[in-house]
């Protein structure tokens, strides 16, 4: 199945995500709010999308990104999930109840970005150790032993 | 090591026990320079290349080099690869574990200062001879087994300048000059020429 099948399938079955979706770089995008973010992944679940391939999240600055990617075996299709997050407050909700494959996924998150999921079953540091101060992956993060590479390299 | 250490003092001592130290010391250095055994500490993509320096084409064990998963086996510790600060503390425990004489070989640019992880880095160790006494640094990204082999051929040049008493060491043809050490070219003019 290719993108306009999957834009044509998603708009029949769901016309409310239909405005969300977009095809960006040759990608399926559906980019959902924070409020009705678990809805649409519920709905994606029951469309087909049976396999949860990847959880990360990107630093923009003001706010954070969540992007989920979502495959499918039976319509061998794939579709990103973006959800745009403010960053003072990094709260969102987990995916675990729809794929298992979420909880060490969003765990690493957690770790690297500090994006708190809420009724995550076993939401604590995956990779790094769990006296660790921060999050490394923010733009914004600082560590006394971190050496900064000088301008010249 | 302490009762051996008050013999060789002892011995150092008592006329003609240098000639009993040297012997016991030329034995035991051979016997611990032709069985370095290894305990293989491969944490990254360096350990690719000691694992094919263990096997037909490199064949370490004709050196006497056979890599141990036991560190109660061994006597040098080959940190091939990136060591994180979580991996650290695993690795000086099983540093900790190998029993006296030991050594240490840090293999690649990861182990020596971190390598291409050096700047803008929040989790790796900038080389492990931050917590180890390292004896042989190789560099490269990552070496290939002839330097390891190189490295283990001087890590023996080493262990056969060590003596069972601990103030002493045997001087060996091989050992590479230090940077503190006079250069022996320079010696020689200054005496030719205070003596002109």
């Known amino acids: 199945m290719d993108i306009k099948e999957l834009r044509e399938h998603l708009c029949a079955t769901y016309p409310d995500l239909c405005p969300l979706f977009s095809i960006e770089f040759g990608d399926g995008v559906l980019s959902v709010d924070r409020s009705r973010f678990h809805d649409a992944a519920a709905d994606l679940k029951s469309l087909g999308f049976d396999r949860l391939g990847m959880v990360t999240a990107v630093d923009f600055g003001d706010e954070l990104e969540m992007v989920y990617r979502l495959q499918s075996r039976e319509m061998r299709a794939g579709i990103f999930v973006k959800t745009r997050l403010p960053r003072e407050e990094a709260v969102i909700e987990t995916v675990v109840d729809l794929w298992d494959a979420a909880d060490w996924q969003e765990r690493e998150v957690y770790d690297m970005f500090g994006i708190v999921f809420t009724g995550h079953p076993d939401l604590r540091r995956i990779l790094l150790t769990d006296d660790w101060v921060g999050w490394p992956l923010r733009k914004d993060y600082d560590d006394p032993t971190i050496i900064r590479r000088p301008d010249y390299l | ?196």
Not at chain 2, 35 to 64: N, V
Not at chain 2, 132 to 141: N, T, W
Request: charged content about 20%; aromatic content about 8%; overall charge negative.
């Open chain 2, 1 to 196: 090591m302490a009762g051996v250490d008050d013999l060789a003092r002892a011995l150092e001592r008592t006329p003609g026990g240098g000639i009993i130290l040297t012997s016991v010391d030329a034995i035991a250095d051979w016997a611990r320079g032709y069985s370095l055994w290894m305990m293989p500490m491969g944490t990254a993509c360096c350990a690719m290349e000691l694992i094919a320096a263990s096997f037909s084409k490199f064949d370490f064990d004709r050196h006497g080099s056979i890599p141990r998963p036991d560190p109660r086996h061994t006597d040098v510790m080959v940190v091939a690869g990136t060591i994180t600060h979580k991996m650290a503390p695993a690795v000086k425990r099983l540093w900790e574990q190998m029993p006296d004489p030991k050594w240490c070989i840090a293999m690649g640019n990861c182990a020596v200062s971190g390598g291409i992880f050096y700047y803008d880095t929040y989790s790796v160790v900038r080389g492990v001879d931050t917590f180890l006494p390292v004896d042989v640094y190789i560099a490269g990204c990552p070496p290939r087994p002839e330097a390891l082999q190189d490295a283990v051929l001087r890590l023996r040049d080493k262990v056969r300048a060590e003596s069972i008493s601990p103030a002493r060491v045997r001087e060996v043809e091989g050992i590479l000059p230090l940077p503190s050490d006079p250069p022996k070219g320079e010696v020689a003019a200054e005496s030719t020429g205070g003596g002109s």
